[in-house]
């Protein structure tokens, strides 16, 4: 299938590693071009450097009230264009309620949540018909992870705030998607893992509860996720894509 991404643009924030970096993987792949961003110059350029000439490697920190504008400008002043922005960012600290400080909350509140929104905002204003946006989410969006209180607190929240957006940006051509992730494969998931204190142990026991039997890998869901983005995906907005292999339990 041919997803109509070539030389569309896009940005994709949090894409040094994991899954944002899986997406703009995904994306490239197909033909779009990429701005790629992370907290860490170094590390956005040499990401955007394995992707090919077609990316370019942006330090911003989602928490910025800079940042969102700085990106719409580099995608236009670079591509001359924007299509579309995947809103990625690493996961709030773990913890239970009596756990997590002020100061966590805090933090993972301008980074998870008021970061996402300021981006989504001025994306919106910046792209036409036929342009995206996506949120990648969390399957707390649906049902709490003992130990991620934080992210049980935000998630659904910002979920909301996307199906505004989606009713909002629907007369405009625009669409809005959020995509939520469970057990894949990545740093944070094998982090979290580990605080089980046997991270084996943890993975064969959630591995269990999976009826695909498997955590799920990076690719896939990058590819979920560039699909989603894509023109193919052009009558799908306002939804909740679980990538999880089956662990929600609702219809």
């Known amino acids: 299938m041919d997803l109509g991404l070539k ?19 995904a994306l490239a792949a197909d ?119 934080i992210s049980n607190g935000l998630r659904p929240g910002l979920a909301g705030f996307a199906k505004s957006l989606a009713d909002e940006l629907g007369p405009r051509g625009i669409r809005v998607v959020g995509v939520l992730p469970a057990r894949i494969d990545t740093d944070r998931v094998r982090e979290l893992d580990a605080l089980s204190g046997d991270a084996e142990a943890a993975r064969t026991a959630n591995e269990a509860r999976i009826p695909l039997r498997r955590y799920g890998t990076p690719e896939e869901f990058g590819k979920t996720a560039a699909f989603l983005l894509s023109p193919a995906a052009s009558y799908l907005t306002g939804i909740m894509v679980p990538v999880d292999g089956g ?5």
């Open 7 to 25: 030389d569309r643009v896009y940005i994709v924030t949090g894409a040094t590693r994991g899954l944002g970096n899986a997406t703009a993987r």
């Open 31 to 149: 033909g779009a071009k990429v701005i790629v961003t992370g907290r860490d110059a170094k590390g956005a350029e040499e990401a955007a450097a394995e992707l090919g000439p077609d990316a370019v490697g942006v330090a911003a920190d989602n928490a910025d009230p800079s940042a969102a504008q700085r990106l719409v400008d580099t995608a236009r002043e670079r591509f001359g264009r924007l299509d579309g922005v995947l809103i990625s960012v690493g996961g709030p600290a773990p913890g239970f309620v009596a756990d997590n400080t002020d100061d966590q909350w805090q933090t993972a509140f301008e980074t998870v949540f008021l970061g996402a929104v300021r981006l989504a905002r001025t994306a919106a204003a910046a792209l036409g018909e036929g342009g995206v946006i996506g949120f990648v989410l969390s399957g707390s969006v649906h049902e709490p992870i003992a130990g991620l209180t």
């Open 247 to 251: 662990s929600r339990r609702g219809f």
